[in-house]
């Protein structure tokens, strides 16, 4: 049985192309105006501040800003790690999602709550945290404080959650019909996750990296006890721009704002395009 969608009747002749949709209504319209009002409180205006402020001392300025030394290994070190990060979290959360959705064993319930922990805890409790078991009191006997590793280590714990939440969903609806008529003729698993689930998950593994990498970027609590903020060593862009802050000098924390803006729209677009390609030519 076949459905049939009815559409005004056009002048013969016509041969503008059809509206996608319909107008907006009253209700809909104010929804809208009221939904950009509010997201250019939170995010446009302050974002056009943080620009116009890094832009007082002119281009000269805001180049040898971020061109400083000290600067320039912040943002190498920050952005850097945060990749390396992302991309640890897209091959491991989205194998956590894989055995929480098509698994079954004890403590599975437990594992759930666990992955929210970062979520839930203050970003300066997790560097506590993470202190203790890894700093120089540890019970480990692991000593990472005051080093790169604990950089990567702190960006880790706080982006954990970002990929396993996104793809978890998507994951459990996948129908496994799919999946059982590609292996009935013949696929094997690693064609069959290329072809049929990869994908369908694209799309929720490049919003969970997007997500990943810029809660990495910005990240500060965590890192504050740990990392020792160790100029040209261990600082990462957080602590620069507070630095910055508490010297007086809002013009050089607005650049080193700006260059982190930019690095994040250049990723979120990066893996746009990826996503966009996986799909096709899946």
Request: net charge neutral.
């Amino acid at each position: 049985m076949t459905s049939t969608t009815l559409v005004p009747d056009r002048p013969a002749g016509d041969r503008r192309p059809a509206r996608a949709g319909l107008p907006l209504t009253r209700v809909s319209g104010l929804g809208l105006g009221v939904a950009m009002v509010w997201f250019s409180l939170l995010v446009l205006i302050p974002l056009a501040a943080v620009v116009v402020t890094a832009s007082e001392g002119g281009w000269g300025g805001f180049w040898g800003t971020v061109t400083n030394e000290q600067t320039a290994a912040t943002l190498r070190l920050t952005v850097g790690t945060a990749l390396l990060v992302t991309l640890v979290n897209v091959v491991m959360g989205t194998l956590i999602a894989w055995v929480l959705v098509r698994d079954h064993f004890a403590g599975k319930r437990a594992l759930e709550v666990l992955i929210d922990v970062p979520f839930a805890l203050p970003t300066i409790v997790a560097g506590l945290v993470l202190l203790s078991l890894y700093g120089p009191d540890s019970p480990l006997g692991v000593n990472i404080a005051n080093t790169r590793i604990a950089v990567f280590l702190a960006f880790l714990f706080v982006t954990l959650p970002f990929i396993v939440r996104t793809v978890q969903p998507v994951l459990a609806e996948l129908d496994p019909e799919a999946e059982e008529a590609a292996a009935s003729l013949g696929a094997s698993r690693l064609v069959t996750f290329r072809r049929i689930i990869l994908p369908s998950l694209t799309p929720a593994i490049a919003a969970g990296a997007a997500l990943s990498f810029a809660r990495a970027v910005g990240e500060y609590g965590s890192l504050v006890l740990l990392s020792g903020n160790l100029p040209m060593r261990t600082e990462v862009a957080s602590v620069r721009i507070l630095s910055s802050i508490e010297n007086d000098n809002p013009d050089s924390a607005a650049a080193v704002a700006v260059v982190l803006l930019a690095v994040s729209l250049a990723v979120i677009v990066l893996l746009d395009v990826i996503q966009r390609r996986v799909m096709r030519r899946g």
